[in-house]
């Protein structure tokens, strides 16, 4: 291995590293608690070191919503694959997507409630971004109704699945009809 490889290898451990770091502070105390400082004392690099990968909290941030992003499609296609019926695909999505928002707040807020300096619905959209749209839309296409174009169903859907997580996590929607409001979103919106 070259110099330059390990130099690479070495700033990319490091890159990953506060990311994490960055992750599981946000996970344990909240995005307020995640500070340049905070973040160099706990990887043990200087503040200089964080930012010669990020130029402060909003890439970080960003890099969270990305990873998460990654993560959140790979449970919604594990969730939906195995289901033939378009309904029940959709309701698997569904509350994987509601279990993604409650098991990771910190990395949920990161993608859809921060400023992580990204763009979304455009043409510089990030790749992972354009993916977990993608398997959004891979589980509902078919539902969407005659007429209806699958990008703006799944906008709909997406929408009233953010609504509820939100809610949800906030506390101010009763537990006991998570089930309910699932088979109410899909009987309504989901036409086959």
């Given amino acids: ?23 599981e502070l946000a996970e344990q105390q909240g995005w307020d608690a995640v500070t340049t400082r905070r973040l160099a ?11 010669s990968h990020f130029r402060g909290k909003r890439e970080i941030i960003g890099a969270v919503a990305l990873e998460g992003a990654t993560e959140m ?18 309701a698997a999505l569904a509350r994987a997507y509601l ?17 992580g300096g990204l763009a979304y619905a455009q043409e510089d959209t990030p790749e992972q971004l354009k ?9 509902l296409a078919e539902v969407a109704g005659d007429g209806v174009p699958p990008g703006l169903f799944t906008e709909v859907f997406w929408a009233s699945l953010h609504g509820l997580a939100t809610l949800t996590r906030a506390g101010r929607l009763l537990p006991e009809d998570a089930e309910p409001r699932v088979q109410l979103l899909v009987d309504r919106l989901a036409v086959v």
């Fill in 73 to 90: 499609a790979a449970a919604v296609r594990a969730a939906t694959g195995a289901e033939d019926d378009p309904r029940a695909r959709a």
């Fill in 41 to 51: 004392e706990r990887i043990e690099y200087s503040q200089p070191v964080l930012y």
């Fill in 131 to 139: 993916d977990a749209f993608a398997a959004l839309m891979e589980s």
């Fill in 1 to 23: 291995m070259s110099v330059k490889e390990r130099k690479e290898r070495e700033r990319a451990e490091r890159e990953r590293l506060i990311v994490t770091t960055a992750r």
């Fill in 99 to 115: 279990d993604f928002a409650v098991r990771n707040p910190a990395v949920y807020d990161a993608l859809f409630q921060l400023d």
